[in-house]
């Protein structure tokens, strides 16, 4: 038994530091602030699907943290490889990951790159050498859950620009459309280029079917807006590619007096009839300052702007042509940038927002009805409880959004 006694102490004292560490670690968690989403207006039941993601900066600890209907869970109460990742794996590709390991092994962390339909995961990625040049080429990978097979296809793709990136995928008959926004850089010019393009795979057959490109603007890419959107995103047949470039300069409002650091230039718009192929531009009135493009619903596109502490959504009509006025949401802060609508999520004829109020230490999320721009849900993320163990400066930051159960 002697020579088993020195491994003894060693497997007792590994045991007795992991868990005084653990219980230490969920200890602090315990004096960082405790965020709860409470209900300001509409139906309470729509925020137990929401998942916010944030950062929290303290005077002793910098900590990722998680918000649901439930409460706050911060990363360091997680196990070990969760914390060793993080929190910016989207809960989407987590769970994709904990149920089919062997098949996303190595594979992005971009929600965008998947696309699941019945029993088969899609996934589509654009691969880089190591020293980050592009191939020239799109790698598409299937998986059947149920009888295991794998598909893997090229597809080649070289006019795509040096730096891409795949918006959201869709499906229709059997037709995966893959879009893509890329840009590049010229030293010789100093200019920049953007474009988009759009792959259409036959699954069925297993074959790249046609593809469409198309330039979008030359503005800078690093203060440019693009959004790419569908009719219907159960069975699209039209796609609208909106661009727009946030300027940091002043501006007055004429209307009401209010200034803000940032006015929206919209660039263009551009349909796409995914059945004709055809392209047409869509010619919207400009201003001095803009409101954003944030959904399409079949046949209005939704805008959206900032007045003081006011958000004014609007369509317009793509066949009347029309702008109205559809609604108008309060919010008790002016401190909410532009940027914050690059967080959003269209999913099951809903558009759901995250706006991080700067430098509040609390977020505003919005669930409005994609059809009929009805406000459905406001709530407010704020502190429940906060027992800091050291006075200090702290900073908070919501920074994602995501569904719990979008099945997607």
């Keep these: 038994m002697k020579k088993y006694r020195a491994l003894s102490i060693l497997t007792i004292i590994i045991i007795v530091t992991f868990s005084l560490f653990y219980v230490q670690s969920h200890t602090l968690s315990q004096s960082f602030p405790q965020y709860k989403i409470n209900t300001i207006e509409g ?50 590709v987590q769970q994709l990951r904990n149920e089919q390991r062997k098949f996303m092994r190595m594979k992005s962390y971009d929600e965008n790159e998947y696309f699941i339909v019945e029993d088969t995961i899609i996934s589509v990625q654009i691969p880089y050498s190591r020293w980050g040049i592009y191939k020239g080429i799109i790698e598409l990978e299937t998986y059947n859950r149920t009888t295991k097979e794998t598909n893997r296809y090229e597809i080649d793709a070289p ?21 893509i926004l890329n840009m590049e850089y010229s030293m010789d010019t100093d200019g920049e280029k953007t474009k988009f393009h759009l792959y259409m795979f036959d699954l069925n057959e297993g074959k790249l079917i046609d593809s469409i490109e198309t330039l979008i603007d030359s ?70 300052n803009d409101a954003l493009p944030i959904a399409y619903n079949g046949s209005e596109i939704l805008f959206v702007n900032i007045h003081s502490d006011i958000l004014v959504f609007e369509s317009y009509n ?10 108008n949401v309060e919010l008790d ?51 429940e409880d906060y027992l800091p163990i050291q006075s200090g400066e702290t900073e908070v930051y919501f920074h994602t959004l995501e569904l719990r159960h979008d099945g997607k």
Aim: no cysteine.
């Design 219 to 288: 503005s800078d890419y690093y203060v440019a807006f693009a959004n790419v959107f569908v009719d219907n995103e159960q069975q699209p047949t039209e796609m609208i590619i909106t661009h727009a470039v946030i300027s940091e300069e002043y501006y007055e409002d004429t209307t009401d007096e209010a200034t803000s650091p940032e006015a929206i230039k919209l660039a263009n718009i551009v349909k796409i009839d995914l059945e004709t192929k055809e392209i047409t531009e869509i010619e919207i009135e400009k201003s001095n």
């Design 159 to 179: 006019d795509l620009l040096d730096y891409a990136m795949i918006e959201k995928m869709y499906m229709n008959d059997g037709i995966l459309y893959i879009p």
């Design 43 to 92: 139906d309470e039941s729509l925020s137990d699907e929401l998942l916010i993601k944030g950062d929290f900066y303290g005077p002793y600890a910098d900590e990722e943290f998680e918000v649901t209907r439930e409460g706050t869970n911060y990363l360091r109460d997680e196990r070990l490889t969760k914390r060793l990742e993080g929190n910016h794996v989207p809960n989407k």
């Design 318 to 327: 793509v066949e009347t042509k029309e702008k109205t006025e559809k609604l």
């Design 333 to 383: 802060s002016q401190n909410i940038s532009i940027w914050e609508f690059e967080n959003k999520i269209i999913h099951d004829g809903k558009i759901y927002f995250l706006l991080d109020h700067d430098m509040e230490q609390r977020a505003t999320v919005l669930i409005i009805d994609l059809l009929t721009t009805e406000l459905l849900f406001k709530g407010a993320i704020e502190i």
